[in-house]
């Protein structure tokens, strides 16, 4: 027999928190239960704030960036959830570095750099993400570009104190670095660029802004690339070739434009999404041996859904 879960303890009314508010609303792809708190903390000092007060009762506090790359469960989350986009949105340029906070979003910075004439960041103007989102994935394209390349350092709240943490410190692979899991906070990163001509910085953004219009479905809501490529393929080419194009499970369905992005009709819900991930594995495996990894991260209570459950 299961348990109820224990009542939720009350926040105090300065810490700003709001209960229950849906993640659909925050998510890239439109979906998603309630958090059971949620705030946008105003300064760095309140983050610290609420960060104790989330240790101190017992709830996980998680980040949501930009909603990107990022699917929440139909139930929602037991935890904080908070927006950095009001505390940690400073952006400001010293020389070819420059530090941004971790709520930032990747297209804007490089944008900024580009007036700067700085450039190196050109690959993120199709990356619907933030900085500290881009810090978790080791957020890139699929030239093998991507934000690691860039860092000098990183801030984190650990432990309820802000660290500097050196980029020697951060181990970076292919989507994923050491940050992910660790339980830090990111709060920004210093990023260092090259010297480059706005015309061609933004001659470059407009040509990779093209390519994504044509390659993937950025008018409807979807959260980006769902699968990881195995080492020496693309996860594209295998959904593809595996039949999975168009797929649909209820209000969901493969894209027919780019097979590695799962796109909604306004009618799904999260659990149609992951019918959709489990049958494209199933799929891939059957005809290919290859077992499809998300590249997307999963919040929700409990065991992780097949999806994500690891290989056995």
């Known amino acids: 027999m299961t348990s109820s879960p224990a009542p939720l303890p ?7 928190l709001v209960r229950d508010e849906p993640l659909a609303k925050h998510t890239y792809i439109r979906l998603g239960g309630p958090a059971a708190y949620f705030g946008t903390p105003e300064d760095l000092t309140a983050v610290e704030r609420i960060a104790a ?3 101190e009762v017992g709830l996980p506090l998680r980040v949501l ?3 990107s790359n990022l699917l929440v469960s139909d139930s929602g989350v037991r935890a904080v959830i908070l927006s950095l986009r009001r505390a940690c949105g400073r952006v400001a340029f ?4 420059v530090e941004a906070g971790a709520a930032v979003m990747l297209p804007a910075l490089a944008r900024q750099a ?4 700085l450039g190196g960041l050109e690959f993120g103007i199709g990356i619907p993400g933030t900085v ?4 978790q994935t080791n957020a890139g394209i699929g030239d093998g570009r991507c934000i690691g390349d860039l860092i000098r350092s990183v801030e984190v709240l650990r432990d309820g104190r802000r660290v500097t943490v050196p980029r020697e410190a951060i181990t970076f692979t292919y989507r994923h670095t050491s940050l992910r899991g660790s339980g830090d906070i990111v709060l ?6 090259t010297p480059r001509p706005r015309a061609e910085c933004e001659a470059e953004t407009r040509r990779l802004l093209e390519a994504r219009q044509r390659s993937q479905p950025t008018a409807e809501p979807n959260n980006g690339s769902v699968f990881r490529n195995p080492e020496g393929d693309h996860a594209g080419r295998l959904i593809e070739a595996a039949g999975c194009k168009g797929l649909r499970v209820g209000g969901a369905s493969v894209s027919t434009l780019h097979a590695n992005f799962i796109v909604h009709d306004g009618t799904a819900s999260t659990a149609d999404v992951l019918g959709v991930m489990g049958e494209v594995q199933r799929r891939v495996a059957e005809r290919f041996g290859v077992r499809l990894v998300p590249e997307v991260e999963w919040w929700g209570e409990g065991a ?6 690891p290989a056995v």
């Open 94 to 97: 010293d020389g070819v570095e």
């Open 10 to 16: 009350a926040a105090p009314p300065d810490l700003g």
């Open 132 to 135: 500290g989102g881009a810090l």
């Open 304 to 309: 992780p859904p097949p999806p994500f459950a």
């Open 114 to 117: 580009a007036e700067h004439d």
């Open 188 to 193: 920004g990163a210093r990023l260092a660029l």
């Open 65 to 67: 960036g930009g909603g």
């Open 53 to 55: 007060w989330a240790h």
